[in-house]
T-cell receptor, first 111, second 114 residues
Framework: DAKTTQPNSMESNEEEPVHLPCNHS???????IHWYRQLPSQGPEYVIH???SNVNNRMASLAIAEDRKSSTLILHRATLRDAAVYYC????????????FGTGTSLTVIP | GAGVSQSPSNKVTEKGKDVELRCDPI?????LYWYRQSLGQGLEFLIY????????KSGLPSDRFSAERTGGSVSTLTIQRTQQEDSAVYLC????????????FGPGTRLLVL
């Protein structure tokens, strides 16, 4: 299973953009990059995913490096409800759809 | 619509006892996954079911752990002769198919083994 590396914690002020980095230097050509987040006492929820091109949805943007060895999740305006643990995950397309989670980044949003 | 549900939400048991944890996936979802999350840790994959195919049990930590999925819907995770290190939150997720990028997670069952 491919590994990802994320900072243990980050802080952001409310209504400011947040850039959450992830390194995945051992990524293979068919691995998708997924981001999930887990609010306190809840199961994880899907945020965004991509393969090679940058992606945008209503929750966030995903910027993928040209060599795909790193990616950044961008929350455009952090709110208090965005305080959560954010997981960067690689899904190996040849081993089924199970995800291998790391320890994630705990995001604190300061009012 | 209804999401993934799990029961019980909390379970306290004594060391050595067997426990059963239940997961009701979203209706029509063919893929079902079990994960375990120990205190302060990320999620650990346990087992994966896809339709009527043999499950991928590669993540089960020992032979005390087993899971079934009846009729392609409800799943039960069984832990026999529980140990204190089994204490964790057990999370279930489902997806429309193994090719669906999005997994929908339930709220989890918090297991405490005394």
């Amino acid at each position: 299973d491919a590994k990802t590396t994320q900072p243990n914690s980050m802080e952001s002020n409310e209504e400011e953009p947040v850039h959450l980095p992830c390194n995945h230097s051992t990524i293979s050509g068919t691995d998708y990059i997924h981001w999930y987040r887990q609010l306190p006492s809840q199961g994880p929820e899907y945020v965004i995913h991509g393969l090679t091109s940058n992606v945008n949805n209503r929750m966030a943007s995903l910027a993928i490096a040209e060599d795909r060895k790193s990616s950044t999740l961008i929350l455009h305006r952090a709110t208090l409800r965005d305080a959560a643990v954010y997981y960067c995950i690689l899904r190996a397309s040849n081993t089924g759809n199970q995800f291998y989670f790391g320890t994630g980044t705990s995001l604190t949003v300061i009012p | 619509g209804a999401g993934v549900s799990q029961s019980p939400s909390n379970k306290v048991t004594e060391k050595g006892k067997d426990v059963e944890l239940r997961c009701d996936p979203i209706s029509g979802h063919t893929a079902l996954y079990w994960y375990r999350q120990s205190l302060g840790q990320g999620l650990e994959f346990l087992i994966y079911f896809q339709g009527n195919s043999a499950p991928d049990k590669s993540g089960l930590p020992s032979d005390r752990f087993s899971a079934e999925r009846t009729g392609g819907s409800v799943s039960t995770l069984t832990i026999q002769r529980t140990q204190q290190e089994d204490s964790a939150v057990y999370l279930c997720a489902s997806s429309r198919s193994p090719f669906d990028e999005t997994q929908y997670f339930g709220p989890g069952t918090r297991l405490l083994v005394l």
